[in-house]
């Protein structure tokens, strides 16, 4: 079972289906959408501000989820905010950024605070993305900072939808195996 925990009264929610690995750690205000899977030594930590993840996400090995607090600095705040079909990873870093439906964010990439990443966009491994940036719906991004590469292809964006898929059966797998044989 993974580490869940609540802070301040705030309960992590999962919707149908959720595979969380046993070494993953989600804390505080986060809500999962159906059919997620969060991988080995994942954290996703809402403890300052909330989290929500949509549908068919995936958060991959080793991924950090975090926000920014409200303080002086920064009175709203930043939450972490993914929509649909979102595969996110082995040690990719989102803090405190909003990323749309239909998004590859690659191994190790950072999006940092406020930054926010359209429906449809490949974050490329490594990729840096600053504070408050807009990545484009329909292109690939790369490097540190990153830079809007090119358009994707028809092919690349059914990639997204099939990944996602991909990943809900494998997570099926798991829970399956982790629950043993129906009792029905």
């Known amino acids: ?9 705030d309960q992590p929610h999962f919707g149908a289906r959720v595979w969380l690995d046993p070494s993953a750690v989600i804390i505080g205000d986060v809500i999962l959408g159906d059919d997620c899977s969060v991988w080995p030594m ?17 958060i991959q090995d080793g ?3 975090h926000i920014t607090h409200a303080s002086d600095f920064n009175p709203g705040g930043w939450p972490l905010t993914l929509g649909d079909d979102v595969t996110v990873g082995h040690k990719a870093l ?7 439906s239909r998004v590859l964010v690659g ?10 990443v359209q429906d449809e966009v490949i974050v490329a491994a490594g990729c840096l993305v600053p504070p408050g940036k807009v990545l484009e719906s329909g292109y690939l991004y790369v490097g540190s900072p990153c830079k809007q590469a090119r358009a994707l292809t028809d092919k690349e964006r059914s990639f997204f939808t099939y990944t996602a898929a991909n990943y809900v059966r494998l997570k099926d797998e798991h829970l399956a195996e982790y629950l043993g044989p129906s009792t029905s």
Request: charged share 20%; hydrophobic share 35%; proline share 0%.
């Open 63 to 65: 991924s950090v989820c």
């Open 42 to 58: 994942t954290t996703i930590r809402g403890d300052m501000h909330r989290i929500r993840i949509g549908a068919r996400c995936s």
């Open 1 to 9: 079972m993974a580490d869940v925990r609540s802070h301040k009264g």
């Open 107 to 116: 191994m190790g990439a950072i999006i940092m605070d406020g930054a926010e």
């Open 94 to 100: 989102l803090h405190g950024c909003t990323i749309g």
